[in-house]
């Protein structure tokens, strides 16, 4: 089982941007499709954004959509969500996970692995 982990999160500025960065510790990471999750304080976890195993598909949620951009590297192992254009209703905490492309889109969460502990991302001025 994949086991990934996140960083790069912090407090930003409305406007403002973070790179958020996941990491596996598998050398078979190019077999998942990754998504990034992120849950509200009273809110269930919803999906941002998703990249297929050779980063040939992406997917983004409308809220995202426009200001988001995910991108892997396959030879470091790494997912990277950056995020531009930032809003207060983004501040939550932000997890990676891996599964099937299709999984990630429809967001079924029981299917996916490698949960990390997340990053706390807050944008407040």
């Not at 996941?22 to 509200?40: E, H, K, L, M, P």
């Not at 969500?81 to 209703?89: D, G, R, T, V, W």
């Amino acid at each position: 089982q994949v086991q990934l982990v996140e960083s790069g999160g912090g407090s930003v500025q409305p406007g403002g941007s973070l790179r958020l960065s996941c990491a596996a510790s598998r050398n078979t990471f190019d077999n998942y499709a990754i998504g990034w999750f992120r849950q509200a304080p009273g809110k269930e976890r919803e999906g941002v954004a998703c990249i297929s195993s050779y980063g040939g598909l992406t997917n983004y949620s409308d809220s995202v959509k426009g200001r988001f951009s995910i991108s892997r590297d396959n030879a470091k192992s790494t997912v990277d969500l950056q995020m531009n254009s930032l809003k207060p209703e983004d501040t939550a905490v932000y997890y990676c996970a891996a599964g099937h492309y299709t999984y990630l889109v429809q967001g079924l969460i029981r299917y996916l692995e490698g949960w990390g502990q997340g990053t706390q991302v807050t944008v407040s001025s």
